[in-house]
């Protein structure tokens, strides 16, 4: 059974900083590319960050240079350091695993954690 369990969100006030964290299991996690993505209330999920199973990063272009994603194959977790925290960024943040094998596309999703940036 996979299962991705996120952790460390909450309330901050503008200019804070949290770091995300998304533990895997059930799946051979080397080999899947990870992501974040938010969604806001009536807005669509929508990708913050991504890195591959090589460690190779992207980012969207509202959070370049704030956020910080990173991988620990060796603990099977995937974080996202979020710093200058804007109240634009309050959402519920998603992990997301993805893998293409023989054509079929493997695609998971934690249950979110709620982002609130607020004075």
């Given at each position: ?28 996690f080397n080999r899947y590319d990870m992501a ?31 956020f910080t994603i990173s991988r620990n194959n ?12 804007k109240p634009e960024d309050t959402a519920v ?27």
């Amino acid at each position: 059974q996979v299962q991705l369990v996120e952790s460390g969100g909450g309330l901050v006030q503008p200019g804070g900083s949290l770091r995300l964290s998304c533990a895997a299991s059930g799946i051979d996690f080397n080999r899947y590319d990870m992501a974040w993505y938010r969604q806001a209330p009536g807005q669509t999920r929508d990708m913050v960050a991504t890195i591959t199973s090589g460690g190779s990063t992207n980012y969207a272009d509202s959070v370049k240079g704030r956020f910080t994603i990173s991988r620990n194959n060796t603990k099977n977790t995937v974080y996202l350091q979020i710093n200058s925290l804007k109240p634009e960024d309050t959402a519920v943040y998603y992990c997301n695993a993805a893998r293409t094998r023989w054509s079929f596309r493997y695609n998971y999703w934690g249950q979110g954690t709620q982002v609130t940036v607020s004075s």
